[in-house]
């Protein structure tokens, strides 16, 4: 299983993708999409979502994240998109 990234990083690009991106209707309701990533808040706020193509990441209130679908395909490729919208707008 790949390493995930740390939560800091994941509100950092949490707020990369609010400010940068697109308003996107999400599969977890509104959220914004920046370069194929697409990140939305649950409604009452306990979850973070990350998601590309089959894959699901989840920040949860206590900081903990998970991969939605740890057989996912695309898991390997959403946590390099993660890095990489990290790494473009947060030098």
């Known amino acids: 299983m790949p ?21 996107a209707d999400t599969p977890f309701g509104c959220g914004y999409r920046l370069q194929g990533l697409e990140v939305a808040v649950s409604f009452f706020g306990h979850h973070v ?22 057989d996912a395909v695309d898991n390997l490729y959403l946590l390099q998109l993660i890095d990489t919208v990290d790494q473009r707008y947060n030098p």
């Open 3 to 23: 390493t995930l990234p740390p939560s800091q990083k994941l509100l950092r690009v949490f707020a990369t993708t609010e400010h940068f991106g697109v308003v």
């Open 49 to 70: 979502y990350f998601a590309s193509g089959d894959a699901v990441l989840v920040l949860t209130e206590t900081g903990s994240c998970k991969l939605e679908r740890p």
